[in-house]
Each structure stands twice: as C-alpha cells, then as structure tokens.
C-alpha cells in the first residue's frame, strides 16, 4: 500500500510540468498569429528600420550571452581544474540566458511616430498571464527552497549565491522586458501596428521563457538533492517527503528543458516579407 500511495504521489507531481509545457506548447500559437501580422502588412520606412535594429540588437546580445558562457568555462576551468568538466553546461546556459534577457529587457524604442494620446495594449494581449505569473512562481519556490537549504547547511559557500542570484536576477530583467513592453506607446501607422504587436509578443515570451528556465533547473536540482539526502536518512517506515521532493524535482527539471526548446523557437527575430523589406 506504501509503495502505491508513493507511486500515485510522484505521477501527481509530474503534471504541473506536464501542464506548464503544454501551455507553452499553446503559445507556440500566438506567435503564429503575430507572425502572420506581419506578413499581410507593407509596413512604412520606420517599421521595417524597426524590424532590421531589432533583430541586430537581439544578435549582439546573445552573441554576448554566449562570450559570457565561454568566459564562464574558463573561469571554472582555472579555480576548479578537473572537477569544472560538470560546470561547463551549467556556466555556458547562464551566459546564453543572460544574453537573451539582456537583450530584452534593453530593447531600443522604436523610432516611429507614436500614437496621439498614447495607446497600450494589455499584457494579456502579449502572453497568457499564467504563464507570467508561473514564472514568478518558480522564482519565488526556487529562492524558498534554496533558503531553507542554506538554512540547514545543506548548501556550499561557493553553490547558495549562484543558485538564489541567478534567479534573481533573470526575474528582475524579465520584469523590467515585460514592464518595457507593457508601457510603450503603440505607434500611429496603422501599418506598423502589427509590427510593434509581433515584437511586444516577442519580447514578452522570451524574457519569461528565459526566466523560467533559469529558475526551473535550479529548483529542479535542489529539490532531487533535498530528496535523495532525506531517502538515505530514513528508516523502514514509509516517509514520502523524499518521493514528494523527487518527484517535484523531476517535474521542475523537465519543465525547464521542454520551456528551453520552446525559447530556442521564439529566437528568430520577427520578419516581414513585404516588398519594402526586398533586398
């Protein structure tokens, strides 16, 4: 009976990922949509400048984001010599991350005629609200598990500050995108409309994807530790805290992983085919 109740927990656990990848499976959608904006419109000379500083600005960025990575590795290789081999992924996804909300949450204004009196869509109109309020979620439950960790010692000196000022960080910046996106005026062109829609849409799911996944594995990680320590420290009886824990961090990990192969497809900047981006 022990066993099934253990069994029944982990596989309830396993869903809240198994939904938060679906639902990012559905945004998938509204970048269809966006997308499609774009192309049924010729936008004016300003939008499709927009469109070209834009996607330039988002390739600076991550080409720093991946410098960084690279920086990182070397950094690992020089205090920590052969054990650094299991830092390299790790250090090499920080910095591509960073390069992508860096890039978002420092996108230039675009230079368009702006609408008079200003106009905003709501965030609703960019991305789902749960997956924003997800996000901020897996932020807040990874910095609680990583304090309690801390708190009983369970957490090297060199480990806590990378695993809360991570995080941190990343939700900081996919704040201030958001909050960027949300408070910019829409433009007057009606042919640029589009255009400032796809690029909000763009932003908006780039810079929570990027947070999210930069929670996830973190938290992922710690709550698999936190289970594994407390299954080797239990007696006969059944505790299913550790399955709880391993399950979670199961969940967390997967998550993260299916929410980076849906931020790797919202990379391509937003592209219009009109004539007056020909050549």
Known sequence: ??????????????????????????????????AAGVEFVEP???????????????????????????????????LFAEASVFLWLPALA??????????EATRPRPRWSLASPPRRPRQGEQISAWLVWAMRAVVAGELLTAALMAD???LGAHVGPVVVGMP????????TALLRALLRPMPAAGADVPVDEALRTWTAHLATAAASVAALLPFGTLLLRAGLDRGDRVGDGLDVLPV?????????????????GFLVTWLRPVRSAAPALAG
Request: avoid cysteine; charged fraction near 10%; hydrophobic fraction near 65%.
């Open 152 to 154: 009983a010692g369970d």
């Open 244 to 260: 709880a824990l391993v399950a979670g961090g199961f969940s967390a990990l997967a998550a993260g992983l299916a929410v980076a």
């Open 94 to 103: 920080i910095g591509l991350l960073a390069g992508v909300l860096l890039a």
């Open 1 to 34: 009976m022990g066993r099934l109740i253990a069994v029944v927990l982990f596989v309830a656990l396993l869903v809240p990922g198994v939904l938060l990848a679906r639902a990012w499976g559905l945004a998938a959608g509204r970048r269809v949509v966006a």
């Open 44 to 78: 004016t000379a300003e939008g499709a400048l927009t469109l070209r500083r834009q996607a330039a600005h988002g390739r600076r960025w991550r080409r720093l984001g991946l410098l960084l990575g690279l920086a990182g590795i070397v950094g690992s290789v020089v």
């Open 168 to 175: 941190l960080l990343a939700w900081l910046l996919a704040e």
